[in-house]
């Protein structure tokens, strides 16, 4: 890919989103050029894609429909991965306790930890910035009540925040109706627990862009605080939140496993990747480590490739860091 | 340095007031108390005269200052699942949480601080290199996965080490029950001690890596080259010496979230200390015992920084005193 020294020479990611020239401006960018040539994103890249892909399509790419029961047979439970003794070339992966096929469990389990590992990242986010814009603009008391509530908040692990709003949103739900609203509790205490980085990021580069030019003349306009908040303060503060949002995506992937592995998460019948290594951890001393070895090894390996992509993103678009 | 402790003591104790507040915001409006503490034939007029007797009719503000109160005197109120005093059942676990910390950190430190010097010296050796390979893995590795392959490789593989509890127990003077005294207390000491240690050792070790980098450009440790002192002296005496203050520091602040992350490990090898009576407590809706452990916790984090606050000034006097707020 030759590197064009176009007019867009600024390290920036195209915001606007403009339907015509995006995707040439996107190649001639400094952060096309950089990927490029960086063997680690691509790779880390390139797996984060595959997963997502595979989670998506997972009904159609599994080879077995673990939620179905009629295509379960617990004849089949405790079968072997299928290049071992006893495996079986239908599972590839072997099956579990109620002889469900193990690829196909990570497969609709990658769906739901990608879903709600997106959806908390997206609401921190929201919350984030929308929190640090308001403190950054407006200042004065509303911005010391905000930080100081992200002082306090940044004094304690992320888990042990997700935990507590976990188990007071599970008082309130009350047990029966629990299970259905777990993915927005599970979403709202992840969420809940990680908007403070956007907060203060935001809230810092507002401080340095409130000063600038184009905000006064944008007052002077008449245009009020929101719209300036929003169209034209935000998409200048825009960069550092990409890089958050990409490691929090490992982040808020690792703390959903958590809390699911912890019980407090996804209950086991639509099992995120947590809670199927929540659910074989009680055969390992049994000898059937593939049922929680292989969704192990799954999320090891997408939380790695997320971070190494968020890693190189912060030094592309931070050059000083490196 | 007295105005300083005393500005910090203040704020310090207006975070534990707004952790009391929810705390108690927790137990008053979080399900009903009455309704937990009684059977489901209790007669309305038995409920009232609880809810009398509790206190739970007269201001909020009222019973806020009765909690707190309360608090001070470590009394949480009964478990809902165990019917038994909080503070017992916390006084209970608390040693083996404790143990459990203080040996990660110091397993973190006996191995974090060597492997950074180490990296920071000869940092483009291919050892150096494994060792930031796997530091990245550490770091990426969510805690309890580690935790479940050390289980699977060393206790059920290799069958070396115990992969649940404490062992055997030895009760000191009644209060505190150790594991530190027998060999199967040692034993099943180690595994857990790696997995909660693991994190806070790459985080160390990237740490005085940084620190080393930094330190063995300055001027100083050139003149000490020109002076010809053994490369031994350079290293240890003068060049590690300056990075343990930053290493001090962040050990020390990271002892509360490792006593945090303690819930994790100890679900993980079933170990009986209080994070495990806290997940419980989550699992089951027990608000007093979640209530008490968010105000120890609290208590122990802002304690733990107080402490390093004003270590920091006494150790470092180029830190101006009336720059130090937090942020």
Excluded: C
């Excluded at chain 1, 600038?212 to 200048?236: D, Q, S």
């Amino acid at each position: 890919m030759p590197y064009v020294t176009g007019e867009e020479t600024k390290a920036r990611i195209p915001v606007s989103g403009g339907a015509v020239g995006a995707l040439g401006r996107m190649r001639d960018s400094d952060l096309w050029y950089s990927f490029t040539r960086s063997p680690l994103a691509l790779v880390s890249a390139l797996v984060v894609a595959l997963f997502v892909l595979a989670a998506l399509f997972a009904p159609l790419i599994a080879p077995h429909d673990p939620f179905d029961p009629g295509s379960i047979s617990i004849l089949d439970s405790f079968l072997p991965p299928a290049w071992q003794d006893g495996g079986d070339a239908r599972f590839l992966l072997g099956t579990d306790d109620q002889g469900r096929d193990v690829l196909s469990t990570i497969l609709f389990g990658m769906r739901i930890s990608l879903a709600v590992g997106f959806a908390s990242v997206v609401f921190s986010m929201l919350l984030g910035i929308t929190l640090g814009l308001v403190a950054g603009y407006f200042g004065g008391w509303v911005d010391s009540v905000i930080m100081r509530i992200a002082d306090v908040q940044l004094t304690f692990p992320a888990i042990l925040i997700a935990l507590l709003i976990n188990g007071v949103a599970r008082a309130m739900a009350g047990p029966q109706s629990y299970d259905k609203v777990v993915f927005f509790v599970l979403v709202l205490s992840i969420g809940l627990s990680f908007w403070v980085q956007y907060g203060r990021t935001v809230r810092g580069s507002v401080l340095v862009e409130a000063n600038k030019e184009y905000v006064l003349a944008a007052r002077l306009i008449g245009l009020g605080p929101w719209t300036i908040m929003f169209k034209h303060v935000l998409p200048n503060v825009l960069g550092p939140v990409l890089v958050i949002a990409t490691i929090n995506l490992a982040l808020a992937i690792i703390t959903e496993a958590t809390l699911s592995f912890l019980g407090v998460g996804v209950p086991p019948t639509q099992p995120s990747l947590g809670t199927l290594i929540r659910i074989g951890n009680d055969f390992l001393f049994s000898g059937e480590w593939w049922i929680t070895i292989f969704p192990g090894i799954t999320l090891a390996i997408l939380a790695l490739s997320v971070n190494l992509l968020g890693d190189w993103l912060r030094d592309a678009l931070n050059p000083k860091l490196r | 340095m007295i105005a300083f402790a005393i500005k910090r003591f203040v704020q310090a104790l207006g975070v534990m007031l707004v952790v009391a507040l929810i705390s108690f915001m927790m137990f008053r409006f979080v399900g009903d108390p009455v309704n937990q503490l009684v059977g489901v034939d209790t007669s309305p007029a038995e409920r009232a005269a609880l809810r009398e007797t509790l206190g739970l009719n007269d201001p909020v503000m009222l019973q806020f200052g009765r909690f707190v109160l309360k608090a001070a005197q470590f009394d949480f109120g009964i478990s809902y699942q165990f019917k038994q005093p909080v503070a017992a059942l916390i006084a209970s676990r608390l040693p083996a949480t404790l143990e459990l910390s203080f040996v990660s950190a110091l397993f973190a430190l006996a191995i974090g601080v060597p492997m950074g010097v180490y990296t920071g010296l000869y940092r483009n050796t291919w050892l150096a290199r494994g060792f930031l390979a796997v530091s990245l893995i550490g770091v990426s590795l969510p805690t309890f996965l580690i935790g479940i392959l050390l289980i699977f490789v060393v206790s059920v593989n290799l069958g070396w080490l115990p992969s649940f509890g404490r062992g055997q127990t030895v009760n000191l003077g009644g209060v505190w029950s150790t594991g530190l005294l027998t060999k199967s207390g040692l034993q099943s000491l180690i595994l857990p001690s790696i997995t909660l240690g693991l994190f806070q050792m790459t985080l160390i070790m990237r740490l005085v890596r940084g620190e080393m980098l930094e330190v063995l450009r300055t001027d100083y440790i050139k003149f000490a080259r020109a002076r010809g002192l053994s490369r031994r002296a350079i290293n240890f005496g003068h060049a590690l010496k300056n990075t343990l203050v930053p290493v001090i520091t962040i050990t020390g602040l990271q002892l509360g979230s490792i006593i945090a992350f303690a819930i994790i490990t100890e679900t993980v090898f079933q170990w009986p200390g209080m994070g495990l009576l806290f997940l419980q407590a989550v699992q089951n809706v027990d608000i007093p015992i979640m209530a008490a452990y968010l105000l120890l916790i609290a208590f122990l984090f802002v304690v733990i920084n107080f402490i390093v606050d004003l270590l920091y000034v006494a150790v470092d006097p180029r830190i101006r005193l009336d720059g130090g707020t937090a942020g």
